[in-house]
């Protein structure tokens, strides 16, 4: 696994992520069950202007402010 993360770039989150992640919680959290760990991770994409990769685009593509590009 050590190896492996040595290939990707390490964010830390911070306040900036905190309050988007806060905001997309209090936005999405009853219309479409936005989970916390799930908004912490939009919110580094949308706070760093980093397109998110994944496989569960239903988990993210309600939220406008998140560049989705999904693997098949």
Do not use: C, W
Request: aromatic share 12%; hydrophobic share 45%; net charge negative.
């Amino acid at each position: 696994m050590k190896k492996r993360i040595n290939f990707y770039d390490i964010v830390q989150l911070d306040s900036a992520i905190s309050a988007k992640a806060i905001e997309l919680i209090e936005s999405y959290r009853l219309s479409h069950g936005l989970q916390i760990p799930d908004a912490i991770i939009a919110a580094t994409s949308i706070v760093y202007q980093i397109p998110l990769h994944t496989y569960n685009v239903k988990d993210f593509d309600f939220i406008p402010e998140v560049v989705l590009y999904h693997s098949k």
